[in-house]
């Protein structure tokens, strides 16, 4: 079974920045981020394979980016220029034979 923990997540105001770790506990081939705002599905908002492509919503291309330590087994999200259409429970997601899930954390951009 793999284990995800994230953490980072917080209150910022528009424009400002934060970043999302997750640490799985074993080395696995897609992560991600994904995030779900109240009364709206999941949705992604960026991936990284184990070579390193990405790939990003395109609500948040140029404004986040996704980077992974392979030796730590830990993705990060750095996402700047945040606006109050971020605001959701944002989940650390990977992928092998099975999808795993983190347990989420809350982002809330307001002034």
């Known amino acids: 079974q793999v284990q995800l923990v994230e953490s980072g997540g917080g209150l910022v105001q528009p424009g400002g920045s934060l970043r999302l770790s997750c640490a799985a506990s074993i080395r696995i081939g897609v992560m991600g981020w994904y995030r779900q705002a109240p009364g709206k599905q999941r949705e992604l908002v960026a991936t990284?394979?184990?070579?390193?492509?990405?790939n990003y919503a395109d609500s948040v291309q140029g404004r986040f980016t996704i980077s992974r330590d392979t030796a730590k087994n830990t993705v990060y999200l750095q996402m700047n220029s945040l606006k109050p259409e971020d605001t959701a429970v944002y989940y650390c997601n990977a992928k092998s034979i099975n999808n795993y899930w983190g347990q989420g954390t809350q982002v809330t951009v307001s002034s």
């Open positions: 990284v394979t184990s070579s390193g492509r990405t």
